[in-house]
Nanobody, 126 residues
């Protein structure tokens, strides 16, 4: 069973940056599709960014050019670098993993992930 622990969320002003971390145990980040999802109050959980087993990365349109997902295999950790944060980026951010990996845009669909972290809160103030 893959275990995921997120960290790095906090309150930040609009225009600022944050880096979220997801430490993976019970498996390796490189042998799983890894993704960051986010959920704002009252909204569906949506895929923000993913990195596949082949190293392809995908982003939802609203974060393209601002967010970057990366993987450090030595640390077995996946990161989400978030720049130029906006109020609408506020939400709880979840790390997800699954060994069955779609090396395409379907890697942003939450139904394709069976392992989830507890989440870390990001609050962007104007």
């Amino acid at each position: 069973q893959v275990r995921l622990v997120e960290s790095g969320g906090r309150s930040v002003e609009a225009g600022g940056s944050l880096r979220l971390s997801c430490v993976v145990s019970g498996g390796t980040s490189s042998s799983n599709c890894m993704a960051w999802f986010r959920q704002a109050p009252g909204k569906e959980r949506e895929g923000a960014a993913s990195i596949t087993t082949l190293g392809f990365t995908y982003y939802t349109n609203s974060v393209k050019g601002r967010f970057t997902i990366s993987r450090d295999t030595a640390k077995n950790t996946v990161y989400l670098q978030m720049n130029s944060l906006k109020f609408e980026d506020t939400g709880k951010y979840y790390c997800a993993a699954d060994p069955v990996c779609y090396n395409n845009i379907r890697s942003l669909e939450k139904s394709n992930y069976r392992n989830w972290g507890q989440g870390t809160q990001v609050t962007v103030s104007t």
